[in-house]
């Protein structure tokens, strides 16, 4: 088979330039262009997130009009949640799975590559739309039919990207589960993997359980739009509330796919300067698991005003709230962990406190939303953006951040600059809930999403949201110096930078050699 | 790395494959679960006779006005209701008629789609027989009257005096 790649095969030179790039198979080199990748897409996310902002900085209509606000939107969406979040974690994965259970790399090299290579089109297309006859898709990033359905080219360009990345997506999730699986070190049994490879191995089961069935939705819309079918199209006997029941079976799970593996960097990080093991490392396992199970029976809590009889909104309304359950063992567990361990405070804890801290809010918010009679009222405000941007900037993203301060040591084989790293989070902590915290109030009286204009009452708050957000954005380019920097002449990191980190990786030398593990270490 | 570990690892990714493949026909299968849960569930159902209580009591104390509406959309027909409006007591049966006419020189099949004002209208609106509730076919020139029979719930809020139905034709891909 062609996918399979011989992991010795490969001990000879391999080419250089851009070539070594273009056809490497070496799960480091792969982690790192999905990392660069994503970044590059946060930066035309963060490019798009400030246009809006800057629109919504007054009210009235100054610098875009509303059509191209709502592509605005729309592509912020997409990119930030396909192109950005999901993708710098399989970039996490890449570099991180195999060094944790000590095996030589994926195990599919060659579709770990192409995996990888799919991104870049998907992105090039998603970005050009905005330059095609009648501009980008603009019905919002879960593109509900009518709106998608009519749309011209840019919302096929965007469906044909949501192939592309699902592609991707399915063929990087069975890797990660081939890998887990079978290629741990003789001795690692799976309650003794760390936590990150835990969650990771649920987000990669999530994927293709659900990327799929997103496939198979953007499919129905693309025949509905060109081929005469009828799925959603009420004029042909469709239903486009049947698209929105799709679309969230895949969409709800898709956000835990998101924070999964978050929970499973914090759950990495915190140990770490706290110098103590987990709290719980088991209840951690099964609150992961139960989370990603009742993640497939709340879809509907997005739809409590699509019109749905009482029981159904009951239901979706008990068991949204029942997630809050396992995720509270889990932020006990962090906490618990914490308590009386001798810490410290470096760039990556910081982050991760943060991130319980943060996330946390997002969490009662969500929880907020699940109650029926209130959603009815907050449904697509402003509340529902703050909600979500809690769990998504300050849990994924955050997470992320601590993930790359953690390990970069071991990538680069040196330092990044304290002092700025820890600029980088207090200016992104504050910042971030100068721009958030406020859109609650905004959301709570009454503001709609996805509007370019509002009325004056809610102008005072939209103004610090978007000085907040100017904030958060210019706060990200310190970030890209930090990192430039620490891998051109930041102070040579030692084997192990962290004095309790206890996974697998810190035994290997830093920067971690290309080939590592290539003789599996025994576990006790 | 063993081969043996290979050869797993195929079999692996050959039964991960597989099952994606069996996701996405279930994303496709999501479609008729919806139709199936919706018809048993009685939500969304645009294409069965209403059943209701027989000694349901006409309400003579109130007085409803109900507009009669008829559209076309993307059909060459003309589709018109023989009365614009009538006036019923909650409760009370009622017959009314509509027309549609195929102004074409082919055969054309339609369904019509029904839409209320108010839309809580539909909650108390008892439909026995309607032509929307199969789709209709019409040979060139041919004419054809359709009656609706209905009662309304004499449960409709109080403040309810007149209210309106209005039906669409859309047309149907031929050989649906
Ligand atoms: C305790 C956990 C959570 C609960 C109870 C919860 C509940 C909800 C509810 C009820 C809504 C629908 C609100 C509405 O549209 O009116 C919602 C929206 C949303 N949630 Fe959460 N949520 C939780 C955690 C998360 C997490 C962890 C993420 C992602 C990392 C997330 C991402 C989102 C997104 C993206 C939306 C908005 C989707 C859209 O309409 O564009 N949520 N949440
Ligand atoms: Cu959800």
Redesign the interface.
């Given at each position: 088979?062609a996918?399979?790649q011989?992991?010795?095969g490969h001990h000879d030179h391999h080419p250089s330039g851009i070539m070594r790039w273009v056809t490497t198979t070496n799960h480091k080199d792969i982690g790192t262009m999905y990392l660069w990748f994503s970044f590059a897409m946060f930066l035309v996310g963060g490019f798009l997130a400030m246009g809006i902002r800057a629109e919504l900085f007054m009210p009235g209509i100054q610098i875009l009009e509303p059509e191209l606000f709502n592509s605005f939107t729309t592509l912020h969406g997409l990119i930030m949640v396909f192109g950005a979040i999901m993708p710098a974690f399989v970039g996490l994965a890449n570099w991180q799975v195999p060094m944790m259970i000590g095996a030589?790399d994926m195990?599919?090299a060659r579709m770990n590559n192409w995996s990888f290579w799919l991104l870049p089109v998907a992105g090039a297309l998603l970005i050009s739309s905005f330059f095609v006859p009648g501009g980008a898709a603009a019905g919002g990033w879960t593109f509900y039919p009518p709106l998608s359905a009519q749309g011209g080219l840019g919302v096929d360009m965007m469906i044909f990207a949501i192939h592309i990345l699902g592609a991707s997506s399915?063929m990087g999730?069975?890797n990660i589960?081939?890998t887990i699986?079978?290629?741990r070190a003789p001795g690692m049994t799976l309650m003794k993997m760390p936590m990150f490879v835990w969650t990771w191995l649920i987000t990669a089961y999530l994927l293709?359980?659900?990327?799929?069935?997103?496939?198979?939705?953007v499919t129905?819309l693309l025949t509905d739009r060109h081929f005469?079918t009828?799925?959603f199209n009420?004029?042909?006997?469709g239903?486009p509330v049947?698209f929105q029941?799709?679309f969230w079976?895949f969409g709800h799970p898709e956000v835990y796919i998101m924070i999964l593996p978050a929970f499973g960097v914090v759950s990495e990080i915190i140990p770490t300067f706290s110098r103590k093991p987990l709290f719980g490392y088991s209840s951690m396992v099964y609150a992961t698991a139960s989370i990603a199970i009742l993640s497939c029976v709340v879809w509907a809590h997005h739809m409590f005003t699509a019109g749905m009889?009482a029981v159904g909104q009951l239901f979706f309304m008990y068991a949204t709230m029942l997630i809050a359950v396992p995720t509270g063992v889990k932020v006990f567990n962090w906490t618990a962990t914490m308590w009386r361990g001798s810490m410290t405070f470096e760039t990556p804890m910081l982050f991760s406190i943060g991130f319980v801290f943060l996330f946390v809010i997002g969490g009662f918010s969500g929880v907020v939303c699940a109650i029926v009679p209130i959603d009815i009222q907050v449904q697509d405000t402003y509340y529902v953006i703050a909600h979500f941007h809690y769990v998504l900037v300050s849990g994924a993203l955050f997470a992320i951040f601590a993930a790359v301060y953690y390990w970069l040591p071991k990538w680069a084989g040196r330092m990044y600059d304290e002092k700025l790293g820890k600029m980088h989070f207090w200016l992104s902590m504050i910042f971030f809930n100068v721009a958030f915290f406020v859109q609650h109030f905004l959301g709570l009286a009454g503001m709609p999403r996805r509007i370019p204009d509002y009325s004056l009452q809610f102008a005072d708050f939209n103004m610090i949201s978007s000085i907040g957000a100017f904030g958060f954005g210019l706060t990200q380019l310190l970030f890209l110096y930090i990192v430039i920097k620490c891998i051109r002449s930041g102070e040579k990191a030692t084997d192990k930078p962290w004095e309790g980190g206890s996974t697998l990786e810190w035994t290997l030398p830093s920067p971690a050699p290309y080939h590592s593990f290539e003789t599996p270490p025994v576990i006790k | 790395?063993t081969q043996s570990?290979?050869k797993?690892?195929?079999a692996?990714?050959k039964k991960?494959?597989v099952?994606?493949?069996?996701?996405?026909?279930?994303?496709?299968a999501?479609?008729p679960m919806?139709e199936k849960f919706c018809e048993v569930?009685g939500?969304?159902n645009l294409l069965q006779p209403d059943v209701v209580d027989k000694n349901i009591k006409v309400d003579m104390t109130r007085l409803i006005t109900i507009g009669l509406d008829a559209n076309v959309?993307?059909l060459p027909w003309q589709f018109k209701s023989l009365q614009s409006n009538v006036k019923i007591h909650p409760g009370e049966s009622i017959e009314v008629m509509y027309e549609i006419k195929n102004d074409s020189d082919r055969e054309v099949s339609g369904?019509a789609?029904p839409s209320y004002s108010p839309r809580f209208l539909e909650k108390y609106l008892k439909k026995f027989e309607c032509f929307c509730f199969t789709k209709q076919v019409l040979k060139p020139g041919e004419v054809r009257r359709m009656p609706v029979k209905f009662i309304i719930d004499p449960q409709i809020p109080v403040d309810v005096s007149a209210v309106t139905i209005s039906y669409t034709f859309?047309?149907?891909?031929p050989g649906?």
């Open positions: 088979m996918v399979v011989d992991v010795h030589p195990a599919f399915i999730a069975i589960i081939t699986l079978n290629m293709v359980l659900v990327m799929p069935v997103l496939a198979g939705t129905m005469g009828s799925f009420a004029a042909g006997g239903d049947l029941h799709v079976f009889p | 790395m570990v290979t797993i690892n195929v692996m990714l991960l494959l099952f994606s493949m069996i996701m996405f026909g279930f994303g496709y999501l479609v919806y569930t939500i969304n959309r993307g369904q789609i859309f047309a149907l891909e649906k």
